[in-house]
């Protein structure tokens, strides 16, 4: 078992937590049993691997900023990532446009099944809907101030706040470069340390890993709504499923063409990240994953990655981007509306803010989406509809949200010769 590669290790975990958790169904105790037995150890890896997110950003993002050494190399990499990334999430909604206009998935639902999903997700939609009322009641510039904190510590204490501490980070690092190298070597050498440490940490944590992801998928497989939903809503999910298989070939084409990576060495070497992102569904949590894999077995150097991935885990999630366009056209066909070409356009803008404005928690996208419905006047209610399916589509989203910022920061890393090969 030692010598077996970490992604097997998690499938196997993934694979017989499933299982386990199939078997466990059956038996008229195994539900509590494993929500209360085995539940808690996979709640117990998320806390680990949150817990050591908001550490890693703020240690890895100094430590690269001050390693850049002069301030127009941070603003070259920086315009870079920021343009690459909002292309990335542009080109992810005009594919789920695309996708959701051509095969059409909401014709499909039929009245009956419409009715039952709208009046049994309809609390939970309130719900979602109450916490996008809030996002909706600041003004439009809120999204903006919140990147900046007004007390450092306070922002450490949410991961929701990660933006304000990279805004931090990326300060302080470059007041550090501002300084005269002398007086700022003792704070550069303890974030140096501090950082080996925490990158320890993630090694440690990742020993245990395969058996994190048993115990969330066995909780997830109890937990599950029943497979008759699943088939009502097949071909919701089918489309978006084909949308965000589309991106992970784009992503293996744009690595293969501009940085000449193999595409079995690419996905060979990421897949641990994206196998924990489908278990966490949460790209802060597989932050830390994400960094390893990217430096150690896919060549980008710390200056690049400290700084392209943390940003990306929080403002570039394609995946996210690819199910707005997908879910809001769904629910519109559902309701037997037609779109215009200018609402459409709409969308466009609204699901790439929504997706960068998302949190890299579970149900983030879910959220936002409330947003994408309302400025394209699409009713709000319609989100219980896709209620039932949205946890196991989410795990497949955010395996791609990952993907694309660990591309990214190759295609950066390349471009600016930081690409080791
Ligand atoms: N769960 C996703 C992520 O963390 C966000 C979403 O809900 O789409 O990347």
Known sequence: ??????????????????????????????????SHWIKPFGTIFINLLKLIAMPLILASLIKGVSDLKDISKLSKIGGRTIIIYLCTTVLAVVIGLFLVNTLSPGRSISEKTRNELMSSYKSDAEEKQSAAAKQIQTGPLQPLIDVFPSNIFNATTDNKNMLQVIFFALFFGIGMILIPEKKAKPVKKFFDSFNSIILKLIDMIMIISPYGVFALLAALVVESPSADLFIALG???????????????????????????????????????QLLAFSTSSSAATLPVT????????????????FVLPIGATIN?????????????????????DLSF???????????????????????????????????GIPEAGLALIFAVDRPLDMCRTIVNVTGDATVSMLVAKSVGKLKK
């Open 317 to 337: 999630m394609d995946g996210t981007s690819v199910y707005q366009a997908v879910a809001a056209v769904f629910i519109a066909q559902a309701f037997g509306m």
């Open 291 to 306: 960094m390893d894999r990217v430096e150690n077995e896919l060549g980008v150097d710390k200056e690049v990655s400290s």
């Open 342 to 376: 200018t609402t459409q356009l709409g969308i466009v803008v609204t699901a790439s803010l929504a997706s960068i404005g998302a949190a890299a928690v579970p149900s983030a996208g879910m959220i936002m989406l409330i947003i994408v419905l309302g400025q394209a």
């Open 235 to 273: 071909a919701y999910s089918l489309t978006l499923i084909l949308g965000l298989i589309m991106m992970i070939f784009i992503y293996i084409l744009i690595v293969k063409t501009f940085t000449g990576t193999n595409p079995i060495t690419f996905l060979k070497g990421i897949s641990p990240a």
């Open 1 to 34: 078992m030692n010598k077996l590669a970490l992604h097997w290790k998690i499938i196997i975990g993934m694979i017989t937590g499933v299982i386990f958790g199939m078997l466990f169904s059956q038996i008229s105790w195994g539900g509590n049993f494993i």
